[in-house]
């Protein structure tokens, strides 16, 4: 089955480690990829997305990921994460209609 | 970036009756919506996609005459619960689009339903 999968369901980290998140999905073709992130208590907001040219895209707050074509992948990375990153972060794909698949999510706890 | 609002954020009501959630795009012309449920620790699982001035377009497994969409404007389209039961309380969340159709969704806050 078509599917969006994000590895890590709850990651803890410490102030200044470095962030990656995992995501998969499993469509061929053609896919528009997004990472979106979710603060306490308010509504999802756009980090960053790809849909062709450089893989690495960098997005805000010092976020970016790599699209992998061959491995299926968009990790999102940071180098050096803060207690203010603490959120739960969303991998989506666009099929280019209207269809938007989202991971499960992984929630970020960034200990101060 | 562009704003969606949701109202309400939550709401409970009784079971058996019906609770319609408003989505507006604030400054700009959404031509399409979309509606999510979302489950605790789960992701965000579409329900239906509506294009101004037609009929939404549910997904599978999506009763159409329990969950209500009307977007009768580019700016605001409602959900609305009928029947309200127990399994029905969840956190809806819409969000909208632009005319580019691979653009990015902005979302609304999310709307926490919870049916007593």
């Known amino acids: 089955a078509q599917s969006v999968s994000q590895h890590n369901h709850h990651v803890i980290l410490s102030e200044a480690a470095s962030l990656e998140l995992g995501c998969n999905y499993s469509?061929?073709?053609?896919?528009?990829l997004f990472w979106y992130v979710q603060y306490p208590g308010q509504h999802l907001q756009l980090l960053l997305k790809?849909?062709?040219?450089?893989?690495l895209v960098k997005g805000i707050k010092g976020f970016e990921a790599e699209f992998i074509k061959s491995k299926f992948s968009f990790n999102l990375r940071k180098p050096s994460v803060q207690w203010s990153d603490t959120a739960e972060y969303f991998c989506a794909v666009n099929l280019g209609n209207n269809d938007m698949r989202f991971g499960a999510g992984t929630r970020l706890t960034v200990k101060p | 970036g562009a704003v969606v609002s949701q109202h309400p954020s939550w709401v409970i009501c009784k079971s058996g009756t019906s609770v319609k959630i408003e989505c507006r795009s604030l400054d700009f012309q959404a031509t399409t919506m979309f509606w999510y449920r979302q489950f605790p620790k789960q992701s965000l699982m579409l329900m239906a996609t509506?294009?101004?001035?037609?009929?939404?377009?549910?997904e599978q497994g999506v009763e159409k005459d329990k969950f209500l969409i009307n977007h009768a404007s580019l700016t605001l389209s409602t959900l609305t619960v009928t029947s309200a039961h127990p399994e029905d309380s969840s956190f809806y969340i819409c969000?909208?689009?632009?005319?580019?159709?691979?653009?990015?969704?902005?979302f609304g806050e999310g709307s926490r339903l919870t049916v007593l």
């Open positions: 509506s294009n101004e001035g037609s009929k939404a377009t549910y």
């Open positions: 969000s909208a689009r632009g005319a580019q159709v691979t653009g990015e969704l902005f």
């Open positions: 469509y061929g073709g053609t896919v528009n």
């Open positions: 790809y849909f062709s040219g450089d893989p």
